[in-house]
């Protein structure tokens, strides 16, 4: 695998489920990302792990919880999620964080019934 | 606060014309860096492009150019020869020294055969 990789490609969960979004990166890359992007929306920042710490957290809500447990693996659990949370969520990695080019993975597309 | 505003929505044309994508941002920094992403159909952001605010040489790329004014505050990208595969989403993108990317809206563009 080359590049950066997010497993599932497509999610359709309950409102009371609870799964998650994974995303690997093969760049040895030390900052990744969480976005979220919606339809006719800007993309919109939701995590940022620097070195494997959270070093941004957009005001997102607490039914999203992300986690990095290394420079290569980020997670998005979700839990309780609305309708409204239905959207196309990117992970992006790069060399450090502010200033550095992002690659991103091909998204996971998320339906919330 | 860092701004990117692609005035342009939609456009449309036929293959083999040519297109320029406009880009327009604010900074209060005077090191920042500027970013073009490519979205087609299938999701994933590609990159395209990272030019930093000491660097104003034009560049091109095959089919592709960009035109780097300071000042203006703008960021174009040209097509030329338009081909179908050029149908996509194109973000353009400013990262400054100290603050993670922000993404302007998008401009669609539709190239018809």
């Known amino acids: 695998e080359t590049g950066v990789t997010q497993t599932p490609r497509h999610l359709v969960m309950g409102m009371t489920n609870k799964k998650s979004l994974k995303c690997e990166q093969h760049l040895g890359h030390n900052a990744m990302y969480w976005y979220k992007q919606s339809a006719k929306k800007p993309l919109e920042l939701m995590f940022v792990?620097?070195?494997?710490?959270?070093?941004e957290n957009n005001s997102v809500p607490s039914r999203f919880s992300p986690e990095c447990p290394n420079s290569s693996h980020l997670f998005l659990h979700l839990h309780t999620l609305q309708p409204e949370d239905s959207a196309l969520y990117l992970c992006?990695?790069?060399?450090?964080?502010?200033?550095?080019?992002?690659?991103f993975g091909p998204g996971t597309r998320l339906l919330v019934l | 606060a860092q701004k990117v505003t692609q005035a342009q929505t939609e456009i449309s044309v036929v293959e083999k014309e040519d297109v320029t994508l406009d880009c327009v941002y604010e900074?209060?920094?005077?090191?920042?860096?500027l970013f073009w992403y490519k979205q087609p159909p299938s999701g994933e952001l590609v990159f395209l492009i990272r030019r930093n605010s000491f660097d104003e040489q034009n560049e091109i790329s095959g089919r592709y150019s960009w035109n780097f004014q300071k000042s203006t505050s703008s960021f174009n990208f040209t097509i030329t020869a338009s081909q179908v595969v050029d149908s996509a989403v194109y973000f353009c993108a400013l990262s400054e020294r100290n603050n993670d990317m922000r993404f302007g809206a998008g401009t669609r563009l539709t190239v018809k055969p």
């Open positions: 792990y620097n070195f494997k710490e959270q070093t």
């Open positions: 900074t209060r920094d005077t090191t920042y860096y």
């Open positions: 992006a990695s790069s060399q450090f964080s502010a200033g550095e080019t992002q690659y």
